[in-house]
């Protein structure tokens, strides 16, 4: 992918491109804190800072006014314009917006959530910024992304197809013989307008210690949305180059600009060795209410899963091709007879019309006796614990 930097006021370097060449703009301006921002490296050898000060709002309004009647003019009819900022401007921004692209353009006020843990205002602590979203025409690119399903969502309801009954009502829908009729694996949740992506952690291989620097994240899902591969992305205010990295790592193209040598020097080096760091809090989640037995799904580790919250007799269901019947899983629990372990997911199947159910053993010292055999629609498949100790003991090696 072609990636440039470029030393200069943007307003200039902008006005050099052709008309309708860009795909993407996203704007991360100064936000009109009337402070002056500066960080030091961690290893205390650079010092990053840069103005954000001025005379007037009006004079603020101004600046940015002539900037983006320049990057209105060098989006394309499809391309759309992203406007971070938070609450020092944001109404007098938006504003801004409507008169340059029309507010018929705009598109979204996405709200950009992180976590903070110290405040000392006499005010709720700002946990948030502003970006807004404005599409040149009505004929943009959008791809939509989704999100997982909420751990208080039933999955395996919303794998069943819904219709409307003759009274207009929302009714899981049935076939001739009166069974559930299944939609398949689901995407899951088109994303919303508020995106909870963490800041960077301060120790963060990915953090380079420039000030308002944003995860790379961020700028991933912003590209995603309204780019595609070998598009243009320009950030005019390029500070710590992150929006050129994500380009770079999602096959975009990308031109960065900045009035600070120190930023563009450091966007150059970033790009020589792009690096994200991965977030071990997106990856867990937030949600504490979680009802899914994270001890029973370890044993279910590198198989294609969707977790079941909020159902005693059921895990887990498998991912499989749309139209297809679901394959049901739980895991038996520690001092729990497969007996019975199989009787929960054999009541808790009975109304799904599954493909298969399957019972994982991890207890092979606790069978189900001859007289009490678990239904005959739950499949039985050892774990590999338990696998590993039925076949020691055949080897005549006691418990481990």
């Given at each position: 992918m072609a990636s440039e930097v470029r030393h200069g006021d943007c307003l200039e370097m902008v006005r050099g491109l052709p008309t309708e060449s860009v795909d993407l703009i996203y704007v991360d301006p100064p936000f009109f804190t009337q402070k002056i921002h500066s960080l030091v490296t961690?290893?205390?050898?650079?010092?990053?800072?840069?103005?954000?000060?001025?005379?007037?709002?009006?004079?603020?309004i101004e600046f940015l006014r002539a900037r983006l009647k320049e990057f209105r003019r060098v989006l394309k009819a499809?391309?759309?314009?992203?406007?971070?900022?938070?609450?020092?401007?944001?109404?007098?921004?938006?504003?801004?917006?409507?008169?340059?692209?029309?507010?018929?353009?705009?598109?979204?006020?996405?709200?950009?959530?992180?976590?903070r843990w110290s405040n000392s205002q006499r005010n709720p602590m700002p946990s948030h910024q502003n970006i807004f979203f404005y599409s040149k025409t009505d004929d943009y690119q959008y791809h939509q992304l989704f999100d997982d399903y909420s751990p208080s969502t039933n999955v395996d309801q919303i794998l069943q197809r819904r219709q409307r009954d003759e009274h207009g009502k929302a009714v899981y829908a049935r076939d001739e013989n009166g069974k559930v009729v299944h939609d398949g694996h689901k995407k899951g949740v088109p994303i919303a307008d508020v995106w909870d992506i963490p800041l960077l952690n301060p120790k963060a291989k990915e953090r380079v210690g420039y000030p308002t620097q944003k995860p790379i994240l961020l700028l991933e899902r912003i590209i995603g949305l309204v780019t595609s591969l070998g598009d243009l992305v320009l950030d005019p205010f390029t500070g710590s180059g992150t929006t050129l990295v994500a380009a770079e790592l999602l096959g975009r193209n990308s031109l960065g600009i900045d009035i600070a040598t120190e930023a563009v020097q450091l966007a150059t080096q970033r790009l020589e060795q792009p690096f994200k760091t991965s977030s071990e809090l997106l990856r867990k989640g937030r949600?504490?209410?979680?009802?899914?037995?994270?001890d029973a799904?370890?044993?279910?580790?590198?198989l294609p899963i969707v977790p079941v919250q909020r159902n005693r007799g059921i895990d887990a269901i498998l991912k499989i091709a749309p139209g297809e019947n679901p394959v049901l899983i739980r895991v038996q629990r520690r001092g729990e007879s497969?007996?019975?372990?199989?009787?929960?997911?054999?009541?808790?199947?009975?109304?799904?019309?599954?493909?298969?159910?399957?019972?994982?053993v991890t207890d092979p010292q606790q069978p189900a006796s001859l007289f009490n055999m678990p239904p005959t629609d739950v499949v039985l498949v050892n774990s590999t614990s338990s696998e590993l100790v039925e076949r020691l003991a055949d080897r005549g090696i006691g418990k481990l």
């Open positions: 961690r290893d205390r050898t650079t010092k990053f800072e840069f103005s954000d000060e001025w005379k007037s709002r009006v004079e603020y499809t391309g759309s314009l992203f406007f971070q900022c938070d609450t020092s401007a944001s109404h007098h921004i938006r504003c801004l917006l409507d008169e340059v692209f029309g507010d018929a353009m705009f598109r979204s006020e996405i709200i950009w959530h992180y976590r949600e504490t209410y979680v009802q899914s037995d994270e799904l370890t044993y279910l580790h590198g497969l007996a019975d372990a199989a009787e929960l997911l054999h009541n808790a199947g009975r109304s799904k019309q599954p493909a298969t159910l399957v019972l994982v």
